[in-house]
């Protein structure tokens, strides 16, 4: 067996799919690139499996026999920060915001090549890990009464620390360090998700939203201006 080039000795991955030929597509293709993995066939159980397997990323069905892939969406973010992808049926543009909403990092449809799988599996663990940063940019940056540690992943809100996704993270990062600059869709999604995700612009939506929501203060001027057709700003000052 050898080692995956990106995946680091024993990232596991924790499946949450009902059907057993894609379970088996989908543990076959990792086991032999050196992941871990665990299955829940159902749904149950499901967070105390991630206290406990601590999994480096997650691959779950919406359309599951006993619980709302939805519902345990929200219920995975609100107990972890692991890579989410959602594998699903479901091909409304709707459901993609929606799960997008609840946490979720990626969403793919089914029927998928194993490839793409596995690069999205491979987009995710990159953002889940710090990336390195040159030595011009200052590893904390202030920006209003945020501060940001670039090393340490972490966000001072007002002095009290502010839970992000590491994909909030990624795409805060590239703000920060572009303070002041328009940084189109096509830029956020190729830097943040990775090639391959330039014309998935409601990613970048809906992530930027989420931002304005745990990042802005009622009444208070905006961080991230958005210019119409062409992207987004971050404060300068």
Known sequence: MSRWPGVELHTKALIIEDDPNIVDLIRSNLIVRGFDT?????????????????????????????????????????????????????RGERDKVTVLNAGADDYITKPFSIEELLARITATLRRTRPPKFEESTPAIIQARDLTIDLEKQQVIKGGKEVYLTPTEFSLLREFVINRGKLLTHAYLLRRVWGHGYETETEYVRVYVRRLRTKLESEGSPLLITTQPRAGYRFVSD
């Open 38 to 90: 665990s299955v829940s066939v159902d749904g149950k159980r499901v967070i105390e499996l991630i206290a406990t397997e601590n999994p480096d990323i997650v691959l779950l069905d919406l359309m599951l026999p006993e619980v709302d892939g939805f519902e345990l969406c929200y219920q995975i973010r609100e107990h972890s920060s692991v890579g989410i992808i959602v594998i699903s049926a479901r």
